[in-house]
């Protein structure tokens, strides 16, 4: 039975269209795309809970392979879906309403959460102002940026700084960590400090390289 409900449902008499079927075989910038400019009334609140919570999970498992699946395009299809899937919300709340527009619910949509994933503000601001052709936007958008990274970062850090720490990738951070504010300089330096001329010669670098457990000197 599968088969036949599955061809039901995704396939469509001549004249008819599946609205399942555009959200899930089309490609994600196509569908971002309609997200952003399609009628009010395209999708369901049904549709579009369905693909979110189905697609949220799908996102977050291939991230995690081996392959160039990206996070940046299917981050902004979850939260234009779940913008879209907001504005039929505050269209039963707020009835007959004109300020409620599906296309701009998934604009700021897409933006809190790309933001709230990744931590950007200013430059998302401004790449998203360049996609929309349209300036009236930035302000919304910053706004709703800034709220995204504030709540994400009183859960945990930014998606690619999690993927940094996690691949143990040798970055310096802005900030020192927590535990080690109050140390200071001369607490964790040796002295004398060992450091090379500006024209050394081979055997001085060969005999402290052999002689130190560090590879790091000043010139």
Same mark, same amino acid.
């Given at each position: 039975? !599968? ?10 008499? +001549? ?18 795309? %309609?997200?952003?400019?399609n009628d009010p009334?395209? *999708?369901? %609140?049904?549709?579009?809970?369905? @693909? =979110?919570?189905?697609? =949220? $999970? /799908?996102?977050? *498992? !291939? =991230? ?7 996070? @940046? &395009? ?18 039963? &709340?707020? #009835? ?5 527009s599906p296309s701009? =619910?998934?604009? /700021? ?16 601001? /401004? ?7 349209? &300036?009236?936007?930035? $302000?919304?958008?910053?706004? %709703?940026? !800034?709220?995204?990274? *504030?709540?994400?970062?009183?859960f945990t850090h930014?998606?690619?700084?999690? #993927? /940094?720490? @996690? ?9 020192? +960590? ?8 001369? #607490?964790?330096? %040796?002295?004398?400090? !060992?450091? @090379? ?7 001085? &670098? ?5 002689? #130190? ?7």
């Open positions: 039975n !599968t088969p036949n409900t599955y061809f039901v449902t995704l396939h469509c008499p +001549p004249g008819h269209h599946s609205v399942m079927a555009e959200l899930w075989f089309d490609t994600p910038e196509a569908i971002v795309k %309609a997200l952003f400019h009334n395209s *999708w369901s %609140a049904s549709t579009l809970a369905i @693909f =979110f919570v189905i697609y =949220f $999970i /799908i996102s977050c *498992w !291939t =991230f995690g392979l081996s392959v160039s699946g990206g996070i @940046f &395009i299917p981050t902004l299809l979850l939260g234009a879906a779940g913008g879209r899937l907001m504005s039929i919300g505050a269209r039963m &709340i707020f #009835q007959n309403s004109s300020w409620i701009l =619910f998934a604009l /700021i949509g897409a933006a809190s959460m790309l933001g709230g994933v990744v931590r950007m503000t200013i430059s998302l601001t /401004i790449i998203l102002i360049e996609a929309t052709g349209n &300036i009236s936007f930035g $302000i919304p958008i910053m706004l %709703a940026l !800034t709220v995204a990274k *504030w709540v994400g970062d009183l930014g998606l690619y700084d999690l #993927q /940094i720490k @996690f691949h143990e990738v040798p970055m310096l951070p802005w900030e020192p +960590p927590s535990e080690h504010r109050d140390v200071l300089a001369p #607490q964790v330096m %040796a002295t004398p400090v !060992t450091c @090379f001329r500006m024209k050394e010669k081979v055997g001085v &670098i060969y005999s402290v390289l052999n002689e #130190q457990c560090h590879n790091g000197f000043p010139v």
